[in-house]
């Protein structure tokens, strides 16, 4: 067995403290036979310190497209030549998808929109669309709005957004080769104002990025010490048309590798799968990752791509005995 998953077993399982990021490195540099070994040392570590419950999300996008900012891996950036083009969701249309959402069993619906930060228009939107999903739905409602100010951060705690997801992407060394229009240390901001809000901070990024070994091992140590309540693990979809649309998909053992170092960092934080995983791990993968520390998915499609059906994902749940997250009491 390598020397760090004998520290990993007595640090992360035995005392619940994550490693560093010295530790993640060298995780993430395991030769593939100690792959397996990593994985299930990573899900009695979820099993332990988070439990069986898997929490279950649906994402819908109030505004598509059109975006002002220039990330280099958005089909939504306006600056590129990318197909998506500016579509707005009516109201009537936003509680339909948390409706459907919450058919599924999801507890958890997120509301998305391509802005570096909201106007005045998209936040009396939100404050409509929130109240009319709340009065027809039980589900909790999380926003992804960009970049936010002191009151914008104020207004969302008091329509009742529990969550606020702001992802840094990528490390903090890397992430001017991703983004140039603002910059890591601005989302970190907005991630610091949630947090102080009592909103719970969703943070997470995409792999495959082009960022090295140790500059993932660097993203890792980041969330840590942000130390979100969740972490969505995207890997890189190339999209057509963006900067990075010609880049190479992550390897799935990379893939998987990167899941049990990231739940080795974060014992106690909810790690969702999100985009990419379809491509880049396909269904044995998709386990794998649920046997290796993941303990919460995005069911159905992704903001400009395409998901596994629901029902894959929870029969799969299913086959594992792992139970779906009840809604919480309070909402």
Known sequence: MPEILDQARERVLGNGVGLDEAGVLAVLNLPDEH????????????????????????????????????????????????PVRSVWLDI?????AA??????????FCIVAAVRGPDARLMKQMREGVAAIRAAVDIQVAASLGMLTKEQVDELVEMGVHRYNHNLETCRSYFPNVVTTHSWEERWETLRMVRESGMEVCCGGILGLGETVEQRAEFAAQLAELDPHEVPLNFLNPRPGTPLGDRPVVEGKDALRAIAAFRL?????????????????????????????????????????????????????????????ALSATL
């Open 92 to 96: 009537p249309a936003l509680v339909e």
């Open 35 to 82: 792959l397996p070994a990593a994985l299930q040392l990573a899900h009695e570590v979820r099993m332990r310190w988070c439990g069986p419950e898997v929490e279950v999300e649906g994402i819908v996008s109030l505004k598509t497209g059109g975006c002002p900012e220039d990330c280099h891996f958005c089909s939504q950036s306006g600056l590129f030549t990318s």
């Open 265 to 325: 960092a974060m014992p106690r934080t909810i790690l969702r799968y999100a985009g990419g995983r379809e491509l880049t791990l396909g269904d044995l993968g998709t386990r794998d990752g649920l046997l290796g520390g993941i303990n919460a998915v995005i069911v159905g499609n992704y903001l400009t791509t395409l998901g596994r059906p629901a029902t894959a994902d929870l029969k799969l749940l299913e086959d594992l005995k792992m139970p779906v997250k």
């Open 99 to 108: 409706k459907q959402t919450a058919a599924t069993g999801a507890t958890e």
